[in-house]
Every structure is written in C-alpha cells, then in structure tokens.
C-alpha cells in the first residue's frame, strides 16, 4: 500500500519507517512512503506557503496553490506506480472520527492515499472543497499539526496489512469485534502482591476464551456503552453474550479493581484456585 504526504515536515515520518512493526512492515515492502513538501512548489524567493487570513483574525492560512500542485504530483506518482485510483485525505480536527472499520476498510482497498497534513491556523477551504475526499480526525482536541495525525492513520492502517502482525494479534484487538480487548498479564504471577486472574494459569483454553470475552464485555459496558449497542445492532452479540452483561448489570459478576484481586498464599493454591473456576464471570 502506498501513502504520499504532503507535509512541512517530512523528517517525522522516520518514526513510522525507522520503528517497530510499522518499521518492520516498511522493510518487507508492505507500504511505501514518499513525502512531498509544499515549498516545493512555491514560485516565489521565500518559497511561501502561508498568508494572513482573509476577514482578519489570529494565525496564517496554508495557501491552496502550492498544496494543489503538490497532490497533482503526488497522484501522477501512484499513476506512475500503477496505482489506479488515488484516495486524498485531508488530516483535520473538524474530519470524521477515525475509527477501526475506516482503517480497515483503507487498508483492504486498493486504493493509494494522499495525506494532506495542515500546520497553522488550518488550509485555504477552497482546496478542501476542490482536491480533498474526506477529512479524518483522531480526536477532539487539536494537535499543532496534521503529521501526527497522519502517523497515526498510517500506523492503524500498516498494522492491518496482511502480513504486518500475526493473524491473531490484529483479529483479536479492541474493536475487531465491537468491543475493547480484555486485560492482559504476563510474569511475575504475583506482582506487588496483585495475582493474576488464576483462570489464565489453569491451562483451560475453552474457559480462558470464556472469561477473555467476558471481560471485554464488561470493560466495553462500563468505559464505552455506546459500542455494547452498537455491537448489539450489528448483531455481534451471543446469547450468552447478552447473558453476561445482564449478570454484570446486576451486580452478580461485579467488576473489582485489579486491586482487589487476591494474590494466592503459593503457586499450589493458584493452580487450586484456577481448577474451581467454573466458568463464573469475576472481572477484573
Ligand atoms: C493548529 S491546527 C488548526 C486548528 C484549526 N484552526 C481548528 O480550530 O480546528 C493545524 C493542523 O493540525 C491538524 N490537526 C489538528 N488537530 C487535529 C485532529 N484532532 N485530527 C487531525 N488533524 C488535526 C490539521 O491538519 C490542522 O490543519
């Protein structure tokens, strides 16, 4: 998959190629990157590509001709490449919400993507009107600028790759299926005095699966209510689903603080603990 960004700031970007997964995918040649700076394509001796607002006001205004021509090229590159048809996103505090199913939806078309990042008070809208298919947000608050903004869809996108993760890492994150992904623990098995849940040490997939599930409906109902309906109208939601949240509801399964959890007196009564577990929803 192939980003082109245009951007003041190209040298950030090193976060995405010079790290981690995203890094990793890079090498593999599972996406390309290629930046383009808007100076770039100014006429003038101060390569200019900001003014004062039209009707006053604070800040400057990135000026829609060098942005343009800059898409211009970036687009002529995907066609060069062999990219069909070219996506140009415009990173923007005033966009739609990213959310999963948009990343998911980027990252399995076949599509190139433009991404228009904005530095001062924001970009001439003649442009947005013009060049721009959609404007994304990655949240309710405003960011110097859209590099980070941008980073962030690359990177949800990359991970998504066939190929980037293993299979099961990105089928089983937080929102793969409407809902937030369970707690996760790893060694010590008793930590500052806090034990991990004992169903983990048991051994039992089938009931670790279980209370993985059950907790992710918990945690979603009491921090995001509002994609336990969502998943509910998807009809993503089981029987036994529905019957877990109706016993959290009432208070039956109760979720503690990991606080609370009890750290075994030793790893024998932990291993005793796990094998009375019988399928009982205890949150954590
Ligand atoms: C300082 S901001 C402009 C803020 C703008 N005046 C406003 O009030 O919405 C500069 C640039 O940062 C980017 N940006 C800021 N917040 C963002 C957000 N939440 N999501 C995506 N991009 C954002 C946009 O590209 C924007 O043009």
Known sequence: MRFDVITLFAPMFEALTAHGITRRAFEAGLWQLATWNPRDFTHDNHRTVDDRPFGGGPGMVMLAEPLADAVDAARAAQRAAGIAATRVIALSAAGAPLTDARVRALAAGDEGVVLVCGRYEGIDQRFLDTYVDEEVSVGDFVLSGGEIAAMALIDAVVR???GALKEASAADESFAHGLLDAPHYSRPEVWRGRAVPAVLLSGH????????RAQSLARTARLRPELIERARQLGLLSANDEQVLRSDARGAAGIAPAAD???PSSE?????EASAYNGRVTMV
Do not use: D, S, T, Y
């Open 160 to 162: 998504q790759l066939p």
């Open 268 to 272: 024998a009564a932990n291993k005793a």
């Open 205 to 212: 997939h089938a009931q670790i699966a279980q209370w993985r």
């Open 261 to 263: 959890v009890k750290a």
